[in-house]
């Protein structure tokens, strides 16, 4: 599993869109379907690793 620290401009947009104001990482997730299993990234809590909110594509 890959992570990578978030740049301060996505951090300070991610405090301005989350009130909470907790600290967030990104991180490969994989998921499992029908067409079989990918792997893509996330933007993931460091409390509970809840995505914060998932891609649109």
């Known amino acids: ?3 990578k620290p978030k ?3 996505d951090t300070m ?3 301005a ?3 909470s104001n907790e600290g967030t990482f990104e ?3 994989s998921e499992t379907g029908e067409d079989g299993t990918t ?3 996330a ?3 460091e409390s509970d690793l809840s995505e914060v909110k998932k ?3």
């Open 27 to 29: 991180t490969d997730v």
């Open 43 to 45: 933007e993931v809590k």
């Open 7 to 9: 740049d301060p401009d």
């Open 39 to 41: 792997v893509r990234q």
């Open 1 to 3: 599993m890959a992570t």
């Open 55 to 57: 891609d649109q594509s």
């Open 13 to 15: 947009q991610n405090e």
């Open 17 to 19: 869109d989350d009130e």
